[in-house]
Nanobody, 124 residues
Framework: QVDLVETGGGLVQVGGSLRLVCAAS????????ASWYRQRSGTRRELIAE???????NYATSVEGRFTVSRDSAQKAVYLQMTALLPEDSGNYLC??????????????????WGQGTEVTVSS
């Protein structure tokens, strides 16, 4: 059983910064690949940032240059550093790991996982 837990959301003013953290439950788990999605009420989930197994990063056009996705050296957590925040950045930010994106020792989990999300509100 794998649970993804996101933390770091909150209320921030326009122009402010937040750092979101995504961690997988279990000491033996490592996150090899992950993405951050944003969902606003009544809308579909939107891919915001992606971190692949080889370290490649991809971003939505709307956040390019303002957001940075990374992981710690032990691959226990994935981060989303958000700067120069705008009201349209508000939403529930969810962490996603693709099939084989989480490993435990020499084994990889074949299913994908979603976290519950952390809410970000940017006030103007």
């Amino acid at each position: 059983q794998v649970d993804l837990v996101e933390t770091g959301g909150g209320l921030v003013q326009v122009g402010g910064s937040l750092r979101l953290v995504c961690a997988a439950s279990g000491d033996s788990l490592a996150i090899r690949a992950a993405s951050w999605y944003r969902q606003r009420s009544g809308t579909r989930r939107e891919l915001i940032a992606e971190l692949t197994r080889d370290g490649t990063t991809n971003y939505a056009t709307s956040v390019e240059g303002r957001f940075t996705v990374s992981r710690d050296s032990a691959q226990k957590a994935v981060y989303l550093q958000m700067t120069a925040l705008l009201p349209e950045d508000s939403g529930n930010y969810l962490c996603y790991t693709p099939p084989l994106g989480i490993e435990s020792g020499s084994s990889a989990f074949i299913r994908e996982y979603w976290g519950q999300g952390t809410e970000v509100t940017v006030s103007s």
